[in-house]
Every structure is written in C-alpha cells, then in structure tokens.
C-alpha cells in the first residue's frame, strides 16, 4: 500500500544536539510538506518543497533545515539553533495540480522531546 | 494575520445529533481549496472532505458535509449523527498558491470535538 512513513514514532535527545526526523513516500507525490504540532496552535508550515532539489520556508523555519535530493524523501534536521524544538513533526504529500482535489496525505508524525 | 479561522476550541455533542464546526478564511487568490482533516487521539490526520472555490455545491461525503458561503468567507464543517468514534481535534484548511507560485497549506488551531453517549 502506498503511503508516507515518518520514522521514528518518538525521538528523545539532549538540548545542543541536532536531529533529523526521517519522510519517506511512495505516492510518487511532488510536493512534501513539513509541519510542526504544538497544544491549541494547530499545525505550522516548517518547510515545503514541491520539486527535487528546491524547497521554500514555510512559516516557522527558523531553527530547521531540509534537503529534498530525491522525490521519495524530504528529511528534516531540527538544529540546536530551534529554541522550541519540543513538538509532535507531520509530514505531507500531495499532487500540486492546480484546480483540482489534491488533499495532503500525512504520515503518522514523530513526536520529539528535547531535554 | 490569521489566514484560517477557528473559534471554537472545544464542543459537546450527543450522540445521533448534529454538529457544526466553524471556519472562516482570508485569502484575496480567486482560486483556492478548502479542507477539512479529523485527527483522533493516535495523532493521525484523516481527510474528510474538500470544498473548491469554483465550486456551485456544497461538498458531501457521507455523514460530512460543507457549509460554503463564499461572500462571506465561510467553510463550516457539518457531522450528522454524530459517533462516539467522531470523538477527535478536526482541523479546517486552505490551499493557497504562494508568490513563487508554489502551494501552501493553511491550518486553523482546530477544534476538540466530544460526543456523548
């Protein structure tokens, strides 16, 4: 079945050190989304990017960085320099056809804890 | 600014009633889609239904269906009989074309839904 993993479900490290939070998908989606949970905030665009190799900052992308170097994976490293970095990580795919019903597709998330 | 409106952090419902859960947008692009997601306590998003700007009709998927009213900007999701499974966070969003002529998602803070017994 296709879909997008996020691995792993739950991630611990020490504050100072930087993680990379794992997407993979198999929708042969162009477009993959990253997304930051935080209680009563709803969900914050990191970063997006909808061909290889080009990616944009979302609205909270300070703190985080991503590659794109094939259409499957779109990983994301939450660097020391995130003051926050705390939270449960989505990822997204989609198909950016523009007109037409193209949901996001999410992964299970990676819920981080940084102590 | 706020791009997506939700007002009601939380709502009680019983069960086999209806509920609405409000949206409101902001976007000055003519075209735009509407979505709405229900993410259960296991953190997964599940997508229920889409709503066009183009679109003439209301969206209806089942029990779910959208309350367009395009002047003035609202997107107010209807469950009918409501489940005690309809027990979730539902989110409402919008897909906007970026400057750089990309396509973003929009996500309101959502509102807790409980269903009653």
């Known amino acids: 079945d296709g879909g997008i993993t996020q691995s792993p479900k739950y991630l611990f490290r020490k504050e100072g050190q930087n993680v990379t939070l794992s997407c993979e998908q198999n929708l042969n989606h162009d477009a993959m989304y990253w997304y930051r949970q935080d209680p009563g905030q709803g969900l914050r665009l990191i970063y997006y990017?909808?061909?290889?190799?080009?990616?944009q900052k979302g609205d909270i992308a300070e703190g985080y960085s991503v590659s794109r170097e094939k259409k499957e994976s779109f990983p994301l490293t939450v660097t020391s320099a995130q003051k926050n970095p705390t939270a449960f990580y989505l990822c997204?795919?989609?198909?950016?056809?523009?007109?037409?019903?193209?949901?996001?597709?999410f992964g299970n998330g990676t819920r981080l804890t940084v102590t | 600014a706020q791009k997506i409106t939700q007002t009601q952090p939380g709502m009680f419902v019983q069960e086999k009633e209806a509920v609405t859960l409000d949206c409101t947008y902001d976007t000055s692009d003519p075209s735009y889609g509407l979505f709405w997601y229900k993410q259960p306590s296991s953190g997964e998003m599940i997508f229920l239904i889409y709503?066009?700007?183009?679109?003439?009709q209301n969206a209806t998927e089942g029990r779910y269906s959208l309350n367009f009213q395009k002047a003035r900007k609202s997107a107010n999701l209807v469950i009918s009989a409501s489940q005690l499974g309809d027990s979730a966070m539902y989110f409402c969003a919008m897909r906007e074309v970026s400057h750089s002529g990309t396509y973003k998602y929009i996500f309101g803070t959502g509102t807790r839904l409980k269903v009653l017994a």
């Open positions: 997204a795919s989609s198909v950016p056809r523009q007109g037409t019903n193209s949901p996001l597709h």
């Open positions: 709503q066009g700007s183009y679109d003439q």
């Open positions: 990017s909808q061909i290889v190799n080009d990616f």
